[in-house]
Every structure is written in structure tokens, then in C-alpha cells.
């Protein structure tokens, strides 16, 4: 390989570079300067270079809901020796011993995942890697609004604003007649059925975690009183 600069003359000590693709990573090579004069070529010494040591990182989630499974989180691939470990509340369900691996979060808070392995060629053992995940807790759902009401009245009902995917449903005896899309955070409904009636909503909160179970609201509503018409005869 041709150095840069060439030719050099003179005698003060002069750096010289080359450029060599195709290396692989890990490995050892050796290499030595030769220089060319009048009086021959003259090789240097033989020196070595490692190339490309591997530091793990990891990827995956950094904020999850407790709870969910199927969280993947992964480092090189190519390793050997992989060695994961999971702070309390987090289990490791698949991947052990390979490049990634899938956990479940069990208990909320700043957690942390740790990773090591084995590089391939002359690359040695590094220190194993931190990566921490904060497991935020599921929302608990509330909804606020008229528990008792008459046949054919309409009613209000709330839950908490700032969320998404608002998702409302009703017993057979409501019909919605404003709001209850899944950006609103309230419903008017209008009671045509008599009766315990329910009121119904979920959504995903600013963390992304949606509740374990919808909120279910009980609603009575009184049958319109029938008037009658008597004879003081």
C-alpha cells in the first residue's frame, strides 16, 4: 500500500499515512514500513493494530406500561456469551443467552437492564452495559355525572380530560347525542330505557398506557310516572 506522502527525503523523521479498506472487524493485523533509497529498501519493525472493538449497547423501550409483554430490547448481534440481567419487578420470557431478549414488567419505576457478551477475534471481554427504563403505572379511569335519572332526560358525563383514544360505550337503554367521540372526554346521552343502565369508557393516557379494565358507571333511571285520570263521581 502506497504511503502518503511519498517520496520523502531528507532525514528529519517524517509521518507517513496509508489507507486500507476491507478490513474485518476484531481483528489483529500486522503491518511494517519499508522505505526505498539508493542504497535499497529497508523494512521497520513489525507492528500490530486491532480493529473495531465492540462496545454493547442496547435498544429498546425507555418508558413502558406496567404489565405489557412482548417488550423486545437487543444489542449486537455476532456475540458470544451474551449475559442479560433484569432489575426486581422485570422477567426475562424469551431471548436469554442471545442478542435480544423479551421482557415483562411487573412492578412501575426506573428500572434497569444490563447486557455483556463475549466479542469475536482478538477483541476482549468488556464491561457490561447499563440501560434504564422507567414502567409507568396504568391509569385508573373515573367517570363523574348523574347516577339517577328519568326516562327521556339527558345527562352529562365526564371523565379525565388530556387523554386519547377515548373510547365510550353504552348499555341498549342510551343513545349518545353529543360528544363520546375519541378525542372527547364527555358524553350526553339521552335515556329512552328504563332501568340499570351503564355509561362505559377507556382511553390511553400520556404515557401511552391504557387502564387493566374499563370504567363501568351505573345509572338508574326512573320510568316516567303515567298520569291518570279519575271520577269523583
Known amino acids: 500500500v502506497a504511503g502518503v506522502p511519498s517520496p520523502v527525503t531528507g532525514t528529519a523523521n517524517t509521518n507517513v499515512s496509508a489507507s486500507i479498506t476491507g ?8 503491518y511494517r514500513v519499508n522505505g526505498t533509497s539508493s542504497s535499497g529498501t529497508s523494512n521497520g519493525n513489525d507492528m500490530t ?3 473495531g472493538c465492540p462496545s454493547p449497547s442496547i435498544t429498546g423501550p425507555l ?9 423486545v430490547y437487543s444489542t449486537e448481534t455476532g456475540m458470544s456469551g451474551y449475559v442479560w440481567t433484569v432489575s426486581a419487578g422485570g422477567t426475562i420470557t424469551a431471548g436469554a443467552g442471545t442478542n435480544a431478549i423479551t421482557v415483562t414488567w411487573s412492578t412501575t419505576g426506573t428500572k434497569t437492564i444490563t ?31 348523574p347516577a ?30 353529543a360528544g363520546g367521540t375519541s378525542t372527547s372526554n364527555t358524553v350526553t346521552v339521552t335515556w329512552n330505557g328504563s332501568g340499570a343502565q351503564t ?6 393516557n400520556a404515557n401511552g398506557c391504557i387502564p387493566a379494565a374499563a370504567a363501568v358507571y351505573p345509572v338508574t333511571v326512573n320510568d316516567v310516572p303515567v298520569p291518570t285520570i279519575g271520577s269523583n263521581n
Request: proline share 7%; aromatic share 10%; charged share 0%.
Open 23 to 30: 478490513l474485518a472487524t476484531s481483528t489483529t493485523y500486522h
Open 49 to 51: 493494530f486491532l480493529t
Open 63 to 71: 418508558s413502558v406500561c406496567v404489565g405489557n409483554s412482548g417488550i
Open 115 to 145: 447486557v455483556n457478551y463475549t466479542p469475536v477475534g482478538s477483541c476482549p471481554i468488556t464491561s457490561p452495559t447499563s440501560y434504564s427504563v422507567t414502567v409507568n403505572p396504568l391509569p385508573v379511569v373515573t367517570v363523574a355525572g
Open 148 to 177: 339517577t335519572v328519568c326516562q327521556y332526560s339527558s345527562a352529562t358525563y365526564t371523565t379525565q380530560p388530556g387523554m386519547t383514544n377515548y373510547n365510550w360505550s353504552l348499555s341498549s337503554g342510551g343513545t349518545i347525542t
Open 199 to 204: 355509561v362505559q369508557v377507556s382511553y390511553t
